[in-house]
C-alpha cells in the first residue's frame, strides 16, 4: 500500500483524458469544444510548441555526432536502437528513455514509446490513409478473430471531419481499395517517380498515389487560426516544426482546445488505476502518481478517455482491479492485452535510375509514393491473407556519397557539388492478422520505478505474416524490374519484431458481444460505459494503411457520443 496517498475531492471534472498523443489531443479538443471541463492527464514532461524544439533549425555540424546516437545514447534507448537509431541527436529528445521505462519481453518486441506532451504525434510519418470498406468486413467474410462493429459508413463523416482539422495534402484517385478523403493541394512527384508511376499503370495496371501526408500545402483559415502556416519542404518533422505545418497535437488539437479555456493539462503524471464505484457500477475517476515525488492522487469525472496508447491503455485497464473487476476493468472477456496487431515492415526493394540527370526536385519533401494494396484485392488470389501498401520513392545521392568513392583533389570536391544519380526505393507496410496468443499482462511481482506492475510482451508474427514477407519482397523486384531500373536488389530484414511497425494496436477491441470484445461500437467499456478506449487499442483488424487518422476518427465519433449521451444523463 501506498502511505503518500492524497485524496481531494475538489479534483472534479467533466471528463478525463489520459494521454496527450494523438489521440488524447483530438479526444480533449472534441470535447472541450462541445462545452466539458476537461483534465488531459499525461505521464511525460511537458513539451511547448515551437520553444521545445530545440534541435529543429540545427545543421549536422552543430551536433556532437553529426545527429547519429552515441554509445551511451544506444544503452538508455535499446528498444529503439534495435533496427536503425529512430532516437538519434536529432530526435531523441521525442522518444522515450527505454531504461528508465523497463518492460519485459518474453519474446522480442520493439516497443517504440514517446512519453512527453503530443505523445507519438511529435514524430510521426504523417501518412494518413482511411481503413477502406472491406478492411471493416474481412474479418467476417474470412472468419478471422470477430468481426467489427461498424462499417466504413459509420467512420466515413468522422474521417473528413478530423481530415479538415489535421490538413491532408493528397490526390484524389477514386480507388475502391484507398477511399479518397478531404485533401489540400498533393505534393508533386519528381520524374523518375512520374516515369515510375506510368510504367506500373501501363505494364502492371498497378495506379500509384504520392503519400497522403499530414503537412500543410495550402493552410485553411482554421489552421491559420492556431498559428499554423505552410509546410517549407525541409523534411525535418520529427525534430518539432517551428511553423506548424505538420499536424501534432502540439500544433493542433491541444491549441484548439486551450482556446476553448476549458482544458487543464496535469504533466509528470503516470495514470495507474481506474476508480470504479461499485454501487453505481461506473468509473468515477483515475489514480495517478506523480513521476517525480511518487505522491499517488485522485481525479475525478464524469467520463473517462483512455488514449495513453494501446499497450498502456490496456495495462491501465489490467491494473485496475476491484470486486466487479477481478483481472483487471472492463476484462469480463479476458481480451484485455490479446491480440496485438501492427504492421510488418523491413521488407521491399532498391533499385538505381538511369538518366534524369537534369531534372532536380524541389527542397526536401517531407513525403514518399504510395503503393495500394493490390495483392488479395479483386480477382488476385494469394496463399496467405490480407495484404500490405509499399512507400518510398526516388532520390538523388548527395556528399555524403563522397565518404565511400575514391579521390581527392579540385576535382573531387567540384563533384561532390553536384547531386549524384538518382536512386529508388520501397518498403512494405503489411497486415498483421489478430492472434489472441499475441498479448501483454502485467508482471505479478516486478514493479517499474513509479511501482506499477511492469509490462510483458509474449507476441511474434505468425505462418500469414511470414509468408506475406516474402511475396511483398518479389513484388517490390518485379515491380523495379519491369520499370527498367538497375541493380535491382530486394531485401527481408528478419531482426524485425512486432512493435518495430510503430502502429502497435488491437490490446481492447470492439466487438458486438461483451463476450468477446471489451469495447462496444461507440468505444464504451461494455460493462461500465463512461469509460471509453480510442486509441489504438481498440481495433479489431489492422488493415495494411498507417492507422492514427482512422484512430482520430473513432475517437472524434465516440466523443461526440458521448456528449450526447451524458446530454440524456445515460452515463
Ligand atoms: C517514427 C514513427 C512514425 C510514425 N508514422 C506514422 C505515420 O506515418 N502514419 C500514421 O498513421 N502513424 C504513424 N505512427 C504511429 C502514430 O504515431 C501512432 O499511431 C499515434 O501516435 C498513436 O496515438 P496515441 O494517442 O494512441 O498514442 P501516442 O501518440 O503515443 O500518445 C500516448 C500518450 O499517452 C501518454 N501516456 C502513456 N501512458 C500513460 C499513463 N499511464 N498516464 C498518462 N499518460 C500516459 C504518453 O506519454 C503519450 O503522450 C508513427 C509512429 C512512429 C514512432
Ligand atoms: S518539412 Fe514542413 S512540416 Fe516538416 S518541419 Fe519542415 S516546414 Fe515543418
Known sequence: MNLNLKVDKTHRYDAIVVGSGMTGGMAAKELTEKGLQVLMIERGRE????????????????FQHRGKISIHSAEEYWANSRFGNLANEETGEFFTDDKKNPYIEKRPFDWIRAYHTGGKSMHWGRQS???NKNDFEANAKEGIAIDWPIRYEDLEPWYTHVEKFVGI????ENLEVLPDGHFLPAMPMSAPELYFKEQMMKKLNRPITIGRVANLTKPQPWHTELGRASCQYRSKCSRGCPYGAYYSSLSGSIPAARKTNKLTVLHDTIASEIIFDEKTQKATGVRVVNQKTLAVEEYFAKIIFLNAGSMNSA?????SKSNRFPTGFGNDSDQVG???????LGVGANATVEGFEDDYIFGQRPNALYIPKFRNWGTDKRDYLRGFGYQGGASRSDW????????FGATFKEDMTKPGSWVMGFGGFGEVLPNPENRMYLDKDKKDPYGIPMIVFDAAFGENEIAMRKDMMNAAVEMLEVAGFKNVAGFNRQDTHLGLGIHDMGTARMGKDPKTSVLNKFNQVHAAKNVFVTDGAAMVSSSCVNPSITYMAMTARAANHAVEELKKQNL
Do not use: C
Not at 495534402?169 to 484524389?172: A, I, R
Not at 490479446?338 to 510488418?344: A, E, P, T
Not at 555524403?400 to 579521390?407: F, S, Y
Open 169 to 172: 495534402s493528397g490526390q484524389k
Open 338 to 344: 490479446r491480440n496485438i496487431m501492427d504492421h510488418h
Open 47 to 62: 513539451v511547448k510548441h515551437i520553444e521545445d524544439y530545440d534541435t529543429a533549425m540545427k545543421g549536422p555540424w552543430e
Open 315 to 319: 495495462a491501465l485497464l489490467l491494473n
Open 129 to 131: 490513409y482511411r481503413f
Open 400 to 407: 555524403k556519397r563522397g565518404i565511400t568513392t575514391d579521390g
